[in-house]
T-cell receptor, first 114, second 114 residues
Framework: GENVEQHPSTLSVQEGDSAVIKCTYSDSASNYFPWYKQELGKRPQLIIDIRSNVGEKKDQRIAVTLNKTAKHFSLHITETQPEDSAVYFCAASILNNAGNMLTFGGGTRLMVKP | DVKVTQSSRYLVKRTGEKVFLECVQDMDHENMFWYRQDPGLGLRLIYFSYDVKMKEKGDIPEGYSVSREKKERFSLILESASTNQTSMYLC?????????????FGSGTRLTVV
């Protein structure tokens, strides 16, 4: 089955700096890669996603890049703010006869210091 | 907005009790999932269902069962609760049939087994 590894497990940055979280996946059939943000005590929420026919996607201060050849994808947050502090999860999805199955990375705890 | 509602935010149960965690979604999603979230272990899939009365084991099904009698409702059952099942339980749903979409998560149930 699919295996998703996420690095780093914790990341501390100064407010205004950029943050990068990287994920690798094992199954070349995966073709959908969402990112979730989970604030303390709250549910994970989808913040951005990318499909395998696209190499990069941006939404204001966040962007995701995908390298299908190398089987890795990354989340980039620019001009970080204290409210970006959260746990971020990457995921990779394969379609099978049961629908889409997300395999999650282990999570990255991002701390943005004011 | 899709809503995924988990019936209890916090639950305290005794060892050996039968425990029901309920999850309801309101957007006619095909797929529903139960995850367990523990510190340092990320999101681990317990069971999922891609249709009424259908269920599939995830990565850690031991000690759990599920029920999906109606499309909108997916129940997680702990047949005989044990202290090592103390955890945060997250339900999720996705449109997911024959297409890749992100999941929508519920707010979680923090279960403590004493």
């Amino acid at each position: 089955g699919e295996n998703v590894e996420q690095h780093p497990s914790t990341l501390s940055v100064q407010e205004g700096d950029s943050a990068v979280i990287k994920c690798t996946y094992s199954d070349s059939a995966s073709n959908y890669f969402p990112w979730y943000k989970q604030e303390l005590g709250k549910r994970p929420q989808l913040i951005i996603d990318i499909r395998s026919n696209v190499g990069e996607k941006k939404d204001q201060r966040i962007a995701v890049t995908l390298n299908k050849t190398a089987k890795h994808f990354s989340l980039h947050i620019t001009e970080t703010q204290p409210e970006d502090s959260a746990v971020y999860f990457c995921a990779a999805s394969i379609l099978n006869n049961a629908g889409n199955m997300l395999t999650f990375g282990g999570g990255t705890r991002l701390m943005v210091k004011p | 907005d899709v809503k995924v509602t988990q019936s209890s935010r916090y639950l305290v149960k005794r060892t050996g009790e039968k425990v029901f965690l309920e999850c309801v979604q309101d957007m006619d999603h095909e797929n529903m999932f139960w995850y367990r979230q523990d510190p340092g272990l990320g999101l681990r899939l317990i069971y999922f269902s891609y249709d009424v009365k259908m269920k599939e084991k995830g990565d850690i099904p031991e000690g759990y069962s599920v029920s999906r009698e109606k499309k909108e409702r997916f129940s997680l059952i702990l047949e005989s609760a044990s202290t090592n099942q103390t955890s945060m339980y997250l339900c999720a749903s996705s449109l997911g049939v024959w297409a890749n979409y992100g999941y929508t998560f519920g707010s979680g149930t923090r279960l403590t087994v004493v």
